[in-house]
């Protein structure tokens, strides 16, 4: 394993760990007084980034601080490029460190780790604008408070804005810079997606402010780099309505459907298509065994996906993360789509399989809606009328997603 894995396995000595060690080198401290929480653990591609809820005596009394541990490739190399800290811990055995473990080379992957204070996350420019209020007022000027709802470390951010009442204002995402245009295109391609908060291109306006009246933008104004403002979607997601007993709506009616005149943008890679890296990324947190069954399962899947795959001829705009919590049900039965990141032209049979796993999510807390979404699903594929468009055949309110949070930010 890997030098941060290694930091996350229990010690029965008493006295400082290796992450007490890691966070009091990283804020200049004695490790003796820094506390250290495992908050989130993400793991991608054979790396972990780690959230970590610090706290500290100062001063004024308790310091509590959120810090990030990282030893993704990009991460080094970002802390190589003095964007954050890069640490070396001495605390770990060399024999608990497998060199082979990663993909740069051995010496810097098995030992080296990147650390950054959130919300300078050194591949996420914008986050701490967004995280930071006075900074957020420039384009909000009702904005009140910041809450940051999803964080994954190095690639995505999602922070909301709500005014002095709590009534969210708007919403932030937080992407690399470089994904921001793709970002734009493609919630402009799906009908059903949050509008955009921007200014009008020559005029002192802000397109999107009739989805939220009254929320006070100031037009002109772009906040930093990666950052897209996104309007509030109005309803509840799929999942508080099962839970609530209300109808489900029709499969025609989950399923996106692109903006007239939008250009085509091809979708993200099916989820069946990306099973070995999702699988890769479990096995930094799997016992054998578990990774072994894992691995089984995701074969068969593969195996059945490449035998089916010629008989979905069709094609047309499909979300690419289709699930209850993705999907907003106003009161007079509109449907909206959140994320839409990986939104472009694919098979709508993806779309149909993301949803119909994730039944099993509301089940726990509303067996009865999520069996009926299930029903709904395979009905509607099943039904030569209901069918995917263009198939051959048969075949946050948003709810809590499990994301790192950091403490909220203060401005």
Do not use: F
């Not at 986050?127 to 910041?146: G, Y």
């Not at 005014?163 to 493609?186: F, I, M, Q, S």
């Not at 104004?221 to 099962?242: F, H, Q």
């Amino acid at each position: 394993m890997t030098t941060l894995a290694a930091l996350l396995v229990p010690v029965p000595e008493p006295g400082p760990t290796g992450l007490d060690t890691l966070a009091a080198a990283v804020l200049g401290v004695a490790d003796e007084d820094v506390t250290v929480r495992v908050d989130r653990v993400q793991p991608r591609d054979g790396h972990l980034s780690v959230g970590l809820d610090i706290s500290y005596p100062g001063e004024g009394g308790l310091v509590r601080d959120y810090l990030v541990a990282s030893d993704a490739p990009v991460a080094l190399a970002a802390a190589r490029a003095g964007r954050a800290a890069l640490v070396e811990p001495a605390s770990v055995a060399d024999n608990d460190v497998d060199d082979d473990a990663a993909d740069c080379p051995a010496e810097d992957a098995a030992r080296q780790i990147a650390v950054w204070r959130h919300p300078a996350d050194p591949e996420l420019p914008g986050l701490a604008a967004a995280c930071t209020l006075s900074r957020v007022r420039e384009l909000v000027p009702k904005a009140a408070s910041l809450t940051v709802l999803t964080y994954r470390p190095l690639r995505r951010a999602v922070v909301r804005v709500d005014g002095p009442d709590g009534t969210p204002l708007a919403y932030l995402k937080v992407v690399r810079p470089h994904r921001l245009a793709e970002l734009r295109e493609r919630h402009l391609l799906v009908s059903g997606a949050p509008a955009l908060l921007e200014a009008v291109p020559g005029s002192d306006a802000v397109s999107g402010t009739d989805a939220v009246p009254g929320i006070g933008l100031a037009p002109g104004i772009g906040l930093a780099p990666g950052v897209l403002a996104l309007a509030v979607a109005e309803g509840v997601t799929l999942t508080d309505a099962l839970i609530a007993g209300a109808p489900v709506p029709s499969l025609a009616q989950l399923r996106p459907s692109a903006t007239t005149g939008a250009p085509e943008i091809a979708a993200a890679a099916p989820w069946a298509d990306s099973l070995e890296s999702q699988v890769r990324a479990a096995a930094t947190l799997l016992a054998p065994e578990s990774l072994a069954w894992l691995r089984g399962l995701a074969d068969a899947a593969v195996l059945a996906w490449e035998q089916r795959r010629g008989a979905v001829a069709g094609r047309t705009v499909v979300h690419g993360d289709l699930h209850p919590g993705n999907v907003v049900v106003a009161d007079d039965g509109t449907v909206r789509h959140l994320d839409v990141d990986r939104a472009g032209t694919g098979l709508a049979v993806d779309d149909d399989a993301c949803l119909l796993a994730h039944t099993e999510l509301p089940r726990a807390g509303a067996p009865r809606g999520g069996l009926r979404l299930r029903r709904l699903v395979v009905r509607g594929r099943s039904r030569r009328s209901g069918g995917a468009r263009g198939d051959a055949g048969p075949d946050r309110g948003r709810a809590p997603h499990p994301c790192p949070r950091p403490r909220a930010p203060r401005g």
